[in-house]
């Protein structure tokens, strides 16, 4: 009986075969299921005329170096592959891993993950996704499925130095730089920190038919509000300048 080999190219040898070389066919097994285990592999798409088109990956049986046998892989280049279609990257069917897989293509088009053949799942880059993905292979013997598990950058995790939006999650005691910024980018509050700062504003909201408030608070006794306008501007309540305000009220304890 003949060796057989794994979805991503182990070799499987039979009792009797391969005599004398059992220890080095053993050395490129080990070898490919380190690869498997942590490997990383620059994959550039098909670029063979112009368009759409699809990049087929398949396993190098009892070899290493096979893109489909490297956990890490990179489609496209390193430093971006410019591509002028969609573009579909196909593995073969039975394979069942997981990968951690980044798009690294530039311009505006996707890029889908399928199995080779048959009608499993698939996962798709949209044409501005250049980020990683965590994909689970099912191998489903025909009909082998991509699945994304949610753990990347596009689907809201948060990274470094991305740019996400953040729903449903609380923040205790978060320490904000310098200012906070509305939903277009714009500066909302400017903060400015005190080294030896002991006081500081309690804002409050309120259940119905009541006031919220702003309060200070902090480590003083007396503790009062600074609100100061800039150059000639004033401050104002309900629309008039608070001063103006202010001598109204008075007039009307008068009279």
Do not use: H
């Not at 500081?200 to 503790?223: E, K, M, V």
């Amino acid at each position: 009986m003949a060796s057989t080999y794994t979805p991503l190219g182990v070799e499987k040898m039979a009792t009797g075969e391969n005599a004398g070389t059992w220890g080095t066919k053993t050395n490129t097994n080990l070898e490919i299921i380190e690869q498997i285990s942590g490997g990383y592999k620059v994959q550039t798409l098909n670029t063979a005329g112009t368009g759409a088109n699809t990049t087929d990956l398949t396993e190098d049986d009892g070899a290493t170096g096979a893109t489909v046998a490297s956990r890490i892989i990179i489609l496209g280049a390193v430093s971006a592959q410019a591509i002028t279609g969609a573009k579909i990257v196909t593995f073969p069917v039975g394979v069942e891993n997981f990968y951690i897989i980044k798009n690294s293509t530039s311009g505006a088009y996707t890029v889908q993950l399928k199995a080779a053949s048959g009608s499993g799942a698939t996962v798709t880059w949209a044409t501005d996704d250049k980020g990683w993905k965590l994909l689970y292979f099912d191998g489903v013997a025909t009909d082998t499925g991509v699945y994304d598990t949610g753990f990347s950058a596009e689907s809201g995790d948060v990274t470094l130095t991305g740019t996400q939006t953040l729903t449903n999650k609380t923040l205790t005691a978060p320490a904000i730089g310098t200012s906070i910024l509305d939903t277009n980018g714009n500066e909302l509050f400017l903060l400015t920190a005190t080294g030896t700062a002991v006081n500081q504003l309690t804002y409050a909201n309120a259940a119905a038919d009541t006031n919220p408030s702003f309060t200070a608070s902090g480590g003083s006794t007396n503790i009062g509000i600074n609100l100061v306008p800039k150059g000639s501007g004033q401050v104002q309540a309900a629309g008039l300048p608070v001063a103006t305000v202010g001598k109204a009220i008075a007039m009307a304890m008068i009279f």
